[in-house]
C-alpha cells in the first residue's frame, strides 16, 4: 500500500471572516432547532410596522384615496402582515391569504405600503417551491397593480410605470430567491458528494487492509508451512538414522539448520514490510528486501524436500519467459503441492512435477504423488490456506487449477495448473 501524502494545511481565514462565519452558522443552527421564535420576530415587526403606518396616518401621504374608513386601513394592514408567520412553511398558502387584502387595498385607493410584504412570500415560493410555481405566483402579485390601474386609471400614474415597477420589484424578489436556492442546493450537493467520498474511502480502506490482511496470511502460510513441514521430515529422519548412521543424522541437522535459517529470513523480510518507518529510526530508513521466489529457486525447494525425505522428480519442456508475478506463483504452488505431500503421502511416497512452458506466456504445471489416496482436509472445516491460496494465486492471471485424487487405479494426489497467455498491453 503507498502512503498517504500528508494534506497541506488550509490556509486560514480573515479573522473578521472567520468571526462572521461562526456566527452566522450559531444563528442558522438556532433557527433550525427553533425555527418559530425568528418566524415570530419577523412577522412581529412588520405587523408592528404596518400598524404604525395604519395608526400614524402615513398610508394616507401615497394613497389614491386618502379618506378611506380607518377602520378598513387597521384591517387590512394586519390581514397583509399576519400570513408572514408561514411564509417558509407555507408560502403559497400566505400569498393566497393576502391576495383579498391586496386586492381590497388596491381598489380602495388606500394602497398599503403593507402589500408590498408579497414581494417577501414570492421570493419563498421562489426559494422553496417548485419553480413552475412562480407563474401564478407572479400573476396574482401583480393583479392589485392592474387593479389600480383600472380602478384610478392615469392619476394614479401611468400604467406601465405602476405595472412595470412592480413587476420589475417581483423579478428582483424572484432572482434573489433563486439565486439563495441555487446556492444552497449547491452546498447541499457539495457535502453529500463529501460524505459519499467519506464513506467511499473508508471503504477502499477497508477492503485495501483485508486484501493486505489476505496476501500476508497466504505469504506466511507457504512460508511457515513448507519450512516447518521440510523439518519435521528431517527432524524424523534424522531420529532414525542417529543409532545406525551419526553422519546421516548430522547432515539431517545441517539441514535443519540451513531450512531454520531460510523460514526465519523469509518471515523477517515479510514482517519488516509491516512495520512503521517510526519504528526503523525515520522516514528517510527502509527495510532490507530481497525479491520474491522465482523459478530459479526452484531448485533450492526440491534439494530442501529431497533431504526431508521424498524423493521428486521433474519434467520440463521449453523455456521459462515469464513475469515474476506469474514465476511466484508456479513457486507457491510447487511448494505448497510437496508441502501438502510431505504432510498427508504417507511413508515411500515420491513425486512429480511436469512443467511446461507455451507460447505467449502459457504455462501448465501439474504435480502428482504416490501417496495415500485419502482426500486431504476440507479447507473450510480445517481453517486452512493451502487450497484456497493457491486458486486466488491462479486465479489473478485468469488460470485454472485442480486439486483432487488421481484417477482409478493410479493411487495419489494430483494438482493441475494453467494459466493461461498474457493478454497484449
Known amino acids: 500500500m503507498q502512503p498517504v ?16 462565519q461562526r456566527v452566522n452558522r450559531r444563528i442558522r443552527a438556532f433557527d433550525h432547532r427553533h425555527p418559530l421564535v425568528w418566524d415570530l420576530h419577523l412577522t412581529g415587526f412588520w405587523v408592528l410596522a404596518a400598524l404604525i403606518d395604519a395608526t400614524s396616518g402615513g398610508w394616507a401621504n401615497v394613497a389614491h384615496n386618502p379618506d378611506a374608513p380607518f377602520g378598513l386601513v387597521l384591517v387590512l394592514s394586519v390581514a397583509l402582515s399576519v400570513p408572514l408567520l408561514w411564509r417558509r412553511s407555507h408560502p403559497a398558502t400566505a400569498l393566497l391569504v393576502t391576495l383579498p387584502p391586496a386586492l381590497v387595498s388596491a381598489w380602495s385607493g388606500a394602497a398599503l ?6 414581494l417577501l412570500l414570492v421570493h ?3 426559494l422553496r417551491l417548485p419553480l413552475h410555481n412562480l407563474w401564478w405566483a407572479v400573476t396574482l402579485a401583480t393583479a392589485p397593480a392592474c387593479v389600480t390601474v383600472v380602478r384610478y386609471g392615469d392619476s394614479a400614474g401611468s400604467w406601465n410605470q405602476q405595472v412595470g415597477s412592480h413587476l420589475l420589484s417581483l423579478g428582483v424578489a424572484v432572482l434573489i430567491g433563486i439565486t439563495v436556492r441555487t446556492r444552497r442546493d449547491y452546498t447541499a450537493a457539495l457535502e453529500d458528494r463529501a460524505r459519499r467520498l467519506e464513506t467511499e474511502r ?8 483485508a486484501a493486505e490482511r489476505a496476501r500476508i496470511a497466504r505469504e506466511m502460510h507457504d512460508i511457515i508451512g513448507h519450512n516447518l513441514s521440510v523439518i519435521t521430515g528431517l527432524a524424523d529422519g534424522g531420529r532414525y538414522a542417529a543409532a545406525k548412521s551419526p553422519d546421516r543424522a548430522a ?8 531450512t531454520s535459517r531460510q523460514a526465519l529470513g523469509e518471515l523477517r523480510r515479510l514482517l519488516d514490510v509491516l512495520r512503521d518507518d517510526d519504528q526503523d529510526g525515520g522516514a528517510g530508513q ?4 530481497a525479491p520474491q521466489p522465482a523459478l530459479t529457486d526452484l531448485d533450492r525447494l526440491l534439494d530442501g524436500v529431497r533431504q526431508a525425505g521424498l524423493p521428486v522428480r521433474t519434467t520440463i519442456k521449453g523455456e521459462p519467459t515469464l513475469p515474476e508475478g506469474r514465476q511466484l506463483t508456479l513457486y507457491r504452488v510447487i511448494q505448497e503441492a510437496l508441502t501438502n505431500t510431505l504432510k498427508h503421502a504417507g511413508p515411500d511416497a515420491t513425486a512429480h512435477i511436469d512443467l511446461s512452458y507455451e507460447a505467449g506466456g502459457a504455462v501448465t504445471l501439474t504435480v502428482t504423488d504416490t501417496g495415500r489416496t485419502a482426500p486431504l482436509p476440507s ?11 493457491m486458486r486466488e494465486r491462479t486465479s489473478l492471471y485468469g488460470g485454472t487449477l485442480e486439486a483432487g485424487p488421481r484417477p482409478a487405479p493410479e493411487q495419489g494426489w494430483r494438482v493441475h495448473l494453467h494459466l493461461p497467455e498474457e493478454s497484449p498491453q
Open 286 to 289: 527502509t527495510p532490507e528486501l
Open 5 to 20: 501524502k500528508p494534506v497541506p494545511e488550509d490556509r486560514a481565514a480573515e479573522p473578521l471572516t472567520e468571526y462572521v
Open 251 to 258: 547432515q539431517a541437522l545441517d539441514a535443519i539448520g540451513t
Open 113 to 118: 405600503q403593507a402589500a408590498l410584504l408579497q
Open 124 to 126: 419563498h415560493i421562489a
Open 202 to 209: 473508508d471503504q477502499q480502506v477497508r477492503l485495501a487492509a
Open 379 to 389: 479447507p473450510a472445516l480445517s481453517g486452512g490456506r493451502g487450497l484456497p491460496g
